[in-house]
T-cell receptor
């Protein structure tokens, strides 16, 4: 039973460029959430996708956008990269139809470095 | 606004001893869930234990237990019989509402080091 798969694992981009991160949720999960984790800090919620729509959004600028596909996989896009966007980006999947006592299943993350 | 506070940046424990990691939270929603996650150096967050706001008993999962004190808004994680593999970052998180949907808010974590 595959867990959450994220790609790529590492990425180096230049300021001003655009980046796309990808996530495949755990089998049976239909909801994908994206988090940004700066070094030494806890994850910060970016947004959540369910039924191909953004259901909830955190305090992130419009440069951050996403998409969910019919197979529940998701992409995170970041435009006009800033040095401060350097972080570990975590994808987490879940299923609202399941018992609420289940936590997220996380991927291993994408380490983005902006130079 | 929901908030999670973890006041211990780092903790040390001797192998085979128990350790308590502190977590306090703030919310105005009467229905919420509290979670603990473990993040090894590899980066992947691992779900450990869950406590619902209406649960009467403290949650337990193997060597993990959650000391839930609702009036004090605290949800401390207790790890019994610590093992070297328990060395990792530990995050407390909260999700408001009575469903499995919506965002979780995380604290800044506690780094646990288990000494042999």
């Amino acid at each position: 039973d595959a867990g959450v798969t994220q790609s790529p694992t590492h990425l180096i981009k230049t300021r001003g460029q655009q980046v796309t991160l990808r996530c495949s949720p755990k089998s049976g999960h239909d909801t994908v959430s994206w988090y940004q984790q700066a070094l030494g800090q806890g994850p910060q919620f970016i947004f959540q996708y369910y039924e191909e729509e953004e259901r909830q959004r955190g305090n992130f600028p419009d440069r951050f956008s996403g998409h969910q596909f019919p197979n529940y996989s998701s992409e995170l896009n970041v435009n006009a990269l800033l040095l401060g966007d350097s972080a570990l980006y975590l994808c987490a999947s879940s299923s609202p139809s399941r018992d609420r006592g289940h936590g997220y299943t996380f991927g291993s993350g994408t380490r983005l470095t902006v130079v | 606004a929901q908030k999670i506070t973890q006041t211990q940046p780092g903790m040390f424990v001797q192998e085979k001893e128990a350790v308590t990691l502190d977590c306090t939270y703030d919310t105005s929603d009467p229905s919420y869930g509290l979670f603990w996650y473990k993040q090894p150096s590899s980066g992947e967050m691992i779900f450990l234990i869950y406590q619902g706001s209406y649960d009467q008993q403290n949650a337990t999962e193997g060597r993990y237990s959650l000391n839930f004190q609702k009036a004090r808004k605290s949800a401390n994680l207790v790890i019994s019989a610590s093992q070297l593999g328990d060395s990792a970052m530990y995050f407390c998180a909260m999700r408001e509402g009575g469903t499995n949907a919506g965002k979780s808010t995380f604290g800044d974590g506690t780094t646990l080091t288990v000494k042999p």
